[in-house]
């Protein structure tokens, strides 16, 4: 129960923040900004997916950012700025992970004992 707490929390954080980061480069409105994020992130589910998620992301940040009479195009190039940042974060994030997690010593081939 504890892990769905903890990631729901997570994810909830995650669209607060790119909702944020949305609303200060599109200038939108903070609800037309989260509703993009969440939508955008949702269209990751979609069973067909560009490159990398390129272009179904982009949609669903511009459908999300205008359910609710929002603006059209001038989203376009903050949805691409905003998956950016999100590509960059996740791999600096697993970067870092891999960083400080504990490895496995390297295994030594097992000497011969008829040689």
Known sequence: MAGWVYGSASWAVKLLALGFLLSHLGGLDPLDAVAGALVGELAGILPIQGPANFG????????GASLYG??????????????????ATAIVAGAIAYA?????????PAEDPHA
């Open 56 to 63: 179904t992301y982009e949609a669903g940040v511009w459908a």
């Open 70 to 87: 929002g603006p059209s195009l001038q989203v376009a190039a903050p949805a691409v700025a905003l998956h950016l940042f999100s590509l």
């Open 100 to 108: 400080l997690s504990p490895r496995t010593p390297a295994v030594r």
